[in-house]
């Protein structure tokens, strides 16, 4: 893998954990209203997992296939 390829993809990880967080945030500071909407938070869960997939599908990119 090129030095650019695992920088840009290591940039994208930076990113997708950063908005990982920035939903769980969001999530935990909905649960907590008293009058919170069920299905936006549904909708930000899911959202969170779908990034998750993403973060681990980047980490296996970035590391090398080692045949034992």
Do not use: C, G, T, Y
């Amino acid at each position: 893998m090129a030095r650019h390829d695992e920088r840009e993809l290591r940039d994208e990880l930076i990113a997708l954990r950063s908005e990982h967080r920035d939903l769980d945030a969001e999530i935990a500071a909905l649960e907590l209203a008293s009058a919170a909407d069920q299905l936006h938070i549904r909708r930000l869960k899911k959202r969170k997992l779908a990034i998750k997939d993403q973060m681990a599908s980047v980490e296996d990119r970035l590391r090398p296939d080692i045949i034992a």
